[in-house]
């Protein structure tokens, strides 16, 4: 596989918009997409795991149900969560943007993200549907368009595209994704939106879905908050010509494999751009009695108030991550955990069988000056492995969360 | 009962001493404390559920087993934890406890509180040891140099002592106890060491902490961290003369009672002066399915690093109150739940039945400038009630765990 141009108008048969309709006082900041196939497609959807769901959400699991899709009409600067009329206008939104698509309701996911409890403003997505369909476009202008559409305290855009072979053919997947602050395991205030032209089962684009989704999105923190909000959704249009996978086959890894691979880049890039985050921290935990124990013990780290907010100070405290991994809930001999802290300045060991090693302080104070910081954890008690990704607490997480609504 | 001066000195036969005795480098910092009875008392304790358990906590869960005890030796600016020789060191401050004091080893209960993996410096506590016991006192002084040598981020010194009758009898109970970050419920960096002139059989003492415990410092939380070291400690000496309590009567009742309300006013405080905290958040559930409910709901919302920025930033963003409560993994009937916010300003209802209400933002910014800021959750789904404490998201949280051990 290797990565491409154009994001979610990568794959054949997409088309992609992204405007202001005033949801949001900027004029400047896009509040409105729609992604949209040629073709119908298997669709597949997860959402998020807080027992309070926006109006959106508790739609989109609705339609999803019959595995199909056809486009996705979403907006920032409002959750159309626990608001008056919050799902008879996520109804009317979905309704207004088949109509204006020629399609039926029920091929059409919804998303918002925003301020909760805020009635959305409907008349402004009515507005705004005429002219995303104006606009729409096969193109990388218009998938820019709508990634920043999505985006609501996101400092970067997250936009990506790969091209991969299955059996001959050309296949592209693309994503669009938002974060940045309320993202936790079982996602946080994130929206992921990815195109594919493959062919595929619907059973088998699920599986794959909640597979890279486990090992992606749901190894990240920003802040423990898990949103009302979070949706991941693919769309497979099948128009890259592969004969259809309707199996657990080569083909089928090929897919799961490539899917994972975006998906991992999407979350590292939703981390690194946590509110306020200076550092994108990456939680590196090996030798645990299994994969699921070592994902909770680097989920604790990359958690903890105390690590993240050392990390924002240049503190090398391995004391914490220590800590971190003790209250994890995984029981385990402390007397067996190594501790490292690495970046592209290097790499230092900090802890050995549980105990504080003398180390090079001014070493460590380089490594952890880096854009990205490594806590690796030796646990020597199996051949569970994982990964998780966070980011620092920095006064700017502070500050944006202070006055976010106001 | 009734508040009265005097601290853990206040119980009859009980002496403290707290001095600088070159722990830490400020001078003026007291760094160990004293705490001894004139005759052997029944002992009680509680410690941290982290699996990584300092070198004192492991000592006095073995040390404790006797329930019995008489002195409790405790330093500041190290945890030793996760040190090289803290083992050791745990036992030789013990020995030298009991040695100066001409009592057993077995009779010493030993804590420590500060940075992690760095060893403790032994001489010191050896240094400092004889001045203590020359500074042995039953007296509001004493107590008040004690809880000073316990204290690390700590503004404000934690320190109750209160009066209560028993039959007739006069029984009395102080306590010193610090914060203040990692602060969670299962304690988090917390020591309190209380003292009590109470005749009662052990295995009811330890029944009594424990619930005190479970509604005062299991409900707080300053930052989601457990410590290493936490501990709760209860000496009961008998000296009051009250006939012993051997059974749950009334006497019993009373001791509780009063138990559990200075463990609760010990708990404010500490949340209260959570690391870099400019308001006490209250959070009480009722109309949850059970009391357990309630708690986690109440502990989901204090602990939510978005509604403590909120709070911070004077916000009265209900929405992620709602969401906190959603994200808390008990299920509830979100078109149920009404929202307030409280203080000595007023009082304000911003969710009815799940959806935002249009609500007074000035009065809503007026409660929120109060230093205790309660919100209230009416689940309305069953009889179950729980007040969690925590405390606000600030600048100075992020400020002073940057470079805490730098």
Redesign the interface.
């Known amino acids: 596989m290797k990565y491409i141009e154009g994001g979610i108008c990568a794959p054949k048969g997409f088309q992609a918009a992204g405007v202001h309709c005033g949801i949001r006082p900027n004029k400047n900041k896009n509040d409105l997409a729609l992604i949209v196939s040629d073709v119908p497609c298997a669709a597949a959807g997860l959402f998020t795991?807080?027992?309070?769901?926006a109006a959106p959400v508790l739609l989109n699991m609705e339609t999803i149900r019959s595995g199909r899709g056809r486009a996705i009409c979403v907006n920032s600067g409002i959750?159309n969560?626990?608001?008056?009329d919050?799902m008879k206008n996520a109804k009317l939104m979905q309704e207004a943007a088949a109509e204006i698509l020629g399609i039926s309701a029920e091929e059409v996911l919804v998303g918002s993200t925003g301020?909760?409890?805020?009635p959305l403003p409907i008349d402004a997505v009515r507005r705004g549907l005429p002219i995303l369909k104006e606009n729409l476009e096969r193109s990388a202008e218009a998938s820019d368009a709508a990634a920043r559409a999505i985006m609501t305290t996101d400092t970067k855009k997250k936009e990506l595209a790969v091209s991969f072979e299955i059996r001959g053919k050309r296949v592209k997947l693309g994503g669009i994704s938002k974060g940045s602050?309320?993202i936790?395991p079982?996602m946080g205030t994130m929206l992921c939106y990815l195109t594919c032209d493959i062919a595929i089962d619907q059973p088998l684009l699920y599986k794959a879905l909640k597979e890279a989704c486990n090992m992606s999105f749901n190894r990240i923190s920003v802040?423990?908050?898990?949103?009302?909000n979070d949706s991941l959704i693919i769309l497979a249009n099948g128009l890259a010509g592969n004969a259809m996978i309707t199996e657990e086959n080569e083909a089928y890894d090929t897919f799961r494999t490539v899917l994972k691979e975006l998906c991992v880049e999407l979350a590292r890039q939703m981390a690194a751009d946590g509110e306020g985050a200076k550092h994108l921290i990456t939680c590196e935990v090996s030798g645990a009695k299994s994969e699921e124990e070592a994902e909770v013990l680097a989920k604790s780290v990359i958690?903890?108030?105390?690590t993240k907010?050392?990390v924002?100070?240049?503190?090398a405290?391995?004391?914490?991550v220590?800590?971190?991994?003790?209250?994890?809930g995984?029981?385990?001999d402390?007397e067996k955990t190594d501790i490292w802290f690495a970046s592209e300045a290097g790499e230092v060991k900090v802890?050995e069988n549980?105990?504080?090693l003398l180390f090079d302080e001014a070493l460590a104070g380089r490594i952890l000056k880096e854009d990205e910081v490594i806590i690796r954890c030796a646990m020597q008690e199996g051949e569970g492995s994982a990964v998780c990704w966070g980011c620092d607490?920095?006064?700017d997480?502070?500050?944006?969360?202070?006055?976010?609504?106001?």
Chains 1, 2 share one sequence.
């Open positions: 795991r807080n027992n309070v769901k959750a969560a626990c608001a008056p919050d301020v909760i409890g805020t602050g309320m936790h079982n802040d423990g908050d898990t949103s009302t958690s903890s108030s105390l907010a050392a924002f100070g240049g503190d405290n391995w004391g914490r220590l800590c971190a991994l003790g209250y994890s995984v029981t385990f402390t802890c549980g105990k504080g607490l920095t006064y997480y502070v500050k944006i969360n202070g006055d976010y609504r106001t």
